[in-house]
């Protein structure tokens, strides 16, 4: 591919989506997903108001709000961040309608279905902010973030071999895309229970309760997916043992998650797949993410430890998807089909 262009949008827009990504987490962590009750302005304005008046004007027009100049900013930024990602994503989309005549193999359809999905992200944004943060929509919201950084990084990842010449496609080893799926329904468990305000629930290390107390766990309550639409979700609407289920089976996730991918990378570096330094990159982020999930569950969630343990989730999706395309198998693209080299 002669021109370089795609590949330079590309990168930039994955990059921008990994930082709309963090400051949609920043956003909900610090409680101003309803900074602004409106949608797409603030108040009706596209920038938030610092006037002392109009706040106290403001909050008294909206009481079931807390009205603050900061919180209006952090949901503004997040949006025009939001919103350079979708014209940067749109013009990808445009460049590669001339690209793909003149390359082969041009990923163009891809380049749609980004399109396609930061469409309908925006979308879910403008839901998360006037359905008052139910906890459906926002981690749909979550869920189509990671999709959107992960669909761009196999965007770029085309491009790039595109870009030295190799049009032929890889294909993932079944193994490392199930540790894939598992560690993202974690990353979604890890939304529900952010936006169920469940990471209080159970302040004790082994059982929810310090010291092993009973609890009445709620499971059918936690996991009830599709909550009542009207009341403010902000603050939870749960009763402790809906929010324990959720908070202990998100542990469990944990478990699972860890035990998969040890004998996952034991494995692949065994059959010399996959270099060892990697492999315990990995080990080391599945490590600190624990740490900072029990660090968590001990100081009552506070701002920067909830902001890093989001932030570290999306950091493990990425290298898991790095180690996916390291260890994956190449594919010869011929007029009969496919054929297999490794
Ligand atoms: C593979 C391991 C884990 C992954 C990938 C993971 C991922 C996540 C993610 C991405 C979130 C936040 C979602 C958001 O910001 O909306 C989250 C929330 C949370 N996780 Fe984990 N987690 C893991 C393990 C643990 C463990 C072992 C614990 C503690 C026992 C834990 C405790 C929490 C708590 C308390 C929250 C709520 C934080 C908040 O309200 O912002 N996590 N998890």
Redesign the pocket.
Known sequence: MANNLPLKLATLAFFLACEVVLM??FT??TDSGLGCPDWPGCFGSMVMTTDTETITHLQERYPEIHVAVHKGWIEMIHRYIAGGLGLLILALAFVGYREKEKTANYPYLLSLVVLGLVIVQGAFGAFTVTLKLLPNI??LH?MGGLIIVSTLMYLRHRLKRLALGDSSLVRMRTPVMIGVGL?FA??????????N????A?PG?LSCAPGGAEVNYDFQSGFHLFPEVGPNYEGGQLEHGARAAI?MV??A???V??VY?LGLLWSLVKQGVLASRKAMHFVGL?AA??????A??VYA?PDS???I??A???L??LYAWSIAYATAVEYEEVSYGSVKHA
Request: glycine share 16%; with cysteine.
């Open positions: 949609g987490g909900r962590i926002v981690t979550l560690l974690q990353i979604i468990l890890g939304g529900w229970v952010s936006t305000y469940a990471g209080w159970c290390i908070q998100h542990r996730g944990a478990l998650v860890t991918w599945l993410q624990i740490g900072f999930g029990y968590n569950v969630v430890l909830a902001f343990h989001h570290l989730g999306v493990m999706l």
